[in-house]
T-cell receptor
Framework: AQTVTQSQPEMSVQEAETVTLSCTYDTSESNYYLFWYKQPPSRQMILVIRQEAYKQQNATENRFSVNFQKAAKSFSLKISDSQLGDTAMYFCAFMKLKGAQKLVFGQGTRLTINP | DGGITQSPKYLFRKEGQNVTLSCEQNLNHDAMYWYRQDPGQGLRLIYYSQIVNDFQKGDIAEGYSVSREKKESFPLTVTSAQKNPTAFYLC????????????FGPGTRLTVT
């Protein structure tokens, strides 16, 4: 079974700083996707970024980028020029492509951006 | 506007009563999912369906039931057999080919007393 671990329950940074959230996962699969989802106080789950395991290039979406280390099974999220609206819970998630394509979530990191 | 709707946003029930949570999507997605979220925890999969008239148990299916009679709809029933039903419930959907991300509804907060 796949597991996803987020080792930082809470993080806090000042506005405009850069912050990196950690995620590690355990799998024997070779084809899979990784995702970062954001859950603001409204509790709506919002997709931030996705990474296909077969791609070596790290995904980027505006201020959000990932550092995907397949051999180390690590998938960290970097938020540059952080904004107050980035305050949220962030969840790392794994999905294998074979069989039932279910998302497995980490426990989440509560990120607070301070003015 | 395409999206996923869940109703109601807040739901209150007495212990011993069954309750059904609604989930509707107009994204033409084949697969639909139900998750449970408890305070300070990640999401846990209750049930999922990849096609109409077919569904599978997730990691915490005990005390829950679902149906998938229409592509757009995937209602979740929380039965009286569910020991700790108070939680936040999220429904999601996605296409089954090409794009693998799941899109989520706004959630239903269920409180059972």
């Amino acid at each position: 079974a796949q597991t996803v671990t987020q080792s930082q329950p809470e993080m806090s940074v000042q506005e405009a700083e850069t912050v990196t959230l950690s995620c590690t996962y355990d799998t024997s699969e070779s084809n899979y996707y990784l995702f970062w989802y954001k859950q603001p106080p409204s509790r709506q789950m919002i997709l931030v970024i996705r990474q296909e395991a077969y791609k070596q290039q790290n995904a980027t979406e505006n201020r959000f980028s990932v550092n995907f280390q397949k051999a180390a099974k690590s998938f960290s999220l970097k938020i540059s020029d952080s904004q107050l609206g980035d305050t949220a819970m962030y969840f790392c998630a794994f999905m294998k492509l074979k069989g039932a394509q279910k998302l497995v979530f980490g426990q989440g990191t509560r990120l607070t951006i301070n003015p | 506007d395409g999206g996923i709707t869940q109703s109601p946003k807040y739901l209150f029930r007495k212990e011993g009563q069954n309750v059904t949570l609604s989930c509707e999507q107009n994204l033409n997605h084949d697969a639909m999912y139900w998750y449970r979220q408890d305070p300070g925890q990640g999401l846990r999969l209750i049930y999922y369906s990849q096609i109409v008239n077919d569904f599978q148990k997730g990691d915490i299916a005990e005390g829950y039931s679902v149906s998938r009679e229409k592509k757009e709809s995937f209602p979740l029933t929380v039965t009286s057999a569910q020991k700790n039903p108070t939680a936040f419930y999220l429904c999601a959907s996605r296409r089954t080919s090409g794009y693998y991300e799941q899109y989520f509804g706004p959630g239903t907060r269920l409180t059972v007393t």
